[in-house]
C-alpha cells in the first residue's frame, strides 16, 4: 500500500529525493501574475506592498527553491526570464509557453503573456522533447494552454512525461462545461505524447472537485489518480480519499474564495505517493488571507513526493 508521511522539515528534506533516481519531488503552484495581481483581480484585503514585483519575487523565488523540488509547474508565469535566469544558478532549465491571448496584454506597463511553465533539474534529468497544445473546446482553440516534456532520468534511463495547464477562469454552468472540454483535449494530448510512461499531470484546473473535469481525469482511462486526495488519511480527512479543505484563499469584494482548485494526478499504475506537503493552515494564512505580506500568491504552492516504480514492484 501507499506509505503516507508529510514531507519532513526543509533542511533534512534536499537530500533524501533531489539524489535518488527512483523518486521525484513534484512542485505545483499558480504564482499569481504580476500585471493581473497588481491591476486585475482586486484582492480586497490585500496591502497594496505585497504586490510589488520587488517584494514578491524574493518570496516566489524562495518558495520554489525551499524544498529542493526535481519538477517545478507553474502558472501565471509572466517574468519568465527572471526565474529562469535565478533558477539556472540553482541546477534548473525550463520552458515556457504563453497564452494566445492573455489578459496581461491589456493591462498597462504588463511584461508580456502569462503563461505555463515547467522547470526540471539539470543535474538529473534530461529533456527528451517538449510539446505544447492551445486546448480546444470543440475542436475551436481557447486561450487557454497545456505544455508537456518528456524527461529522462539520466542515471536510470527511465522516461517519465510532465505536463502542466491552466484552465479556465470563473464560476458558473458554462464555464464547467467549457473546462470540462478543456480537460479532455488535455487528456488527448497527454494520451497521445505521454504513451505508457510515467505521467503527472499537474495545475489549476480552476475546478473543485465536484465539477465534471475532476471525474473526467480520473476516469479518463488513463489510471490518473489525484496525489493529494491519496495522501487524505494522513493529513486532513481521516481514512477517506478526499482534496485538501483549499488550495486559494482570498478576499474579493464579492467576499471571500476558499477552495480546491489546484491538483496534482499521476499514474497510479505507475508512481507511488511518498508524501504531500500539507497546506498552510488557516492560523499561518491570518485573517487577511492571501496573497499577504508572507505569501506572495492568491494560490498555494502543492509539493508531491514519487516513487517511480521499478519493473519489479510493478508485478508485485
Ligand atoms: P480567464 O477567465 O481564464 O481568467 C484570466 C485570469 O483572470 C486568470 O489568471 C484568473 O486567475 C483571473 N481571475 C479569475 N477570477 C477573477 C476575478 N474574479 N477577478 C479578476 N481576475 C480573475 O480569462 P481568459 O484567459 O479566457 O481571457 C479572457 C480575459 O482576457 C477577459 O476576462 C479579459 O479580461 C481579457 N481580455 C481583454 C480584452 C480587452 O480588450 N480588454 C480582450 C481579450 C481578453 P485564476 O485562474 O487564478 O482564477
Ligand atoms: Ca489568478
Known amino acids: 500500500g501507499i506509505k503516507l508521511r508529510k514531507l519532513h522539515a526543509v533542511t533534512e528534506v534536499c537530500s533524501d529525493y533531489t539524489t535518488s533516481p527512483h523518486s521525484l519531488r513534484l512542485f505545483?503552484?499558480?504564482?499569481?501574475s504580476q500585471a493581473l495581481g497588481k491591476e486585475n483581480d482586486n484582492f480586497a484585503r490585500c496591502p497594496e506592498e505585497a504586490l510589488d514585483w520587488n517584494h514578491r519575487k524574493y518570496l516566489i523565488v524562495e518558495e520554489i527553491i525551499e524544498y529542493c523540488p526535481d519538477v517545478i509547474c507553474l502558472q501565471e508565469v509572466d517574468h519568465f526570464h527572471f526565474l529562469k535566469h535565478v533558477l539556472e544558478t540553482q541546477g534548473y532549465t525550463g520552458m515556457f509557453f504563453p497564452k494566445p491571448d492573455?489578459?496581461?496584454f491589456y493591462i498597462d506597463g504588463n511584461n508580456g503573456p502569462d503563461g505555463c511553465a515547467i522547470f526540471f533539474r539539470t543535474d538529473k534529468f534530461e529533456l527528451l522533447r517538449a510539446e505544447t497544445r492551445i486546448l480546444e473546446i470543440w475542436r475551436i482553440q481557447s486561450n487557454q494552454v497545456a505544455l508537456l516534456m518528456i524527461l529522462k532520468v539520466k542515471q536510470t534511463g527511465q522516461e517519465i512525461c510532465v505536463v502542466t495547464t491552466h484552465l479556465k477562469a470563473r464560476r458558473s454552468a458554462l464555464l464547467a462545461t467549457l473546462r470540462n472540454e478543456q480537460g479532455k483535449d488535455l487528456l488527448e494530448f497527454v494520451r497521445q505524447n505521454c504513451g505508457d510512461r510515467p505521467t503527472i499531470l499537474s495545475g489549476d484546473f480552476n475546478a473543485e472537485p465536484a465539477e465534471p473535469i475532476y471525474g473526467t481525469v480520473l476516469g479518463s482511462g488513463q489510471h490518473l489518480a489525484s496525489a493529494y486526495a491519496e495522501c487524505a488519511g494522513n493529513g486532513w480527512i481521516p481514512s477517506d480519499k478526499r482534496e485538501p479543505p483549499y488550495t486559494t484563499w482570498k478576499i474579493r469584494d464579492e467576499g471571500e474564495v476558499c477552495h480546491t482548485i489546484d491538483y496534482i494526478f499521476y499514474s497510479k499504475n505507475k508512481l507511488d505517493v511518498d508524501g504531500v506537503l500539507e497546506l498552510p493552515t488557516e492560523k499561518d494564512i491570518g485573517p487577511d488571507r492571501v496573497p499577504s505580506l508572507r505569501y506572495p500568491s492568491d494560490h498555494f504552492s502543492l509539493i508531491?513526493?514519487?516513487?517511480?516504480?521499478?519493473?519489479?514492484?510493478?508485478a508485485d
Open 28 to 32: 505545483q503552484w499558480n504564482i499569481l
Open 102 to 104: 492573455s489578459p496581461c
Open 304 to 314: 508531491c513526493d514519487f516513487r517511480i516504480r521499478t519493473h519489479s514492484s510493478q
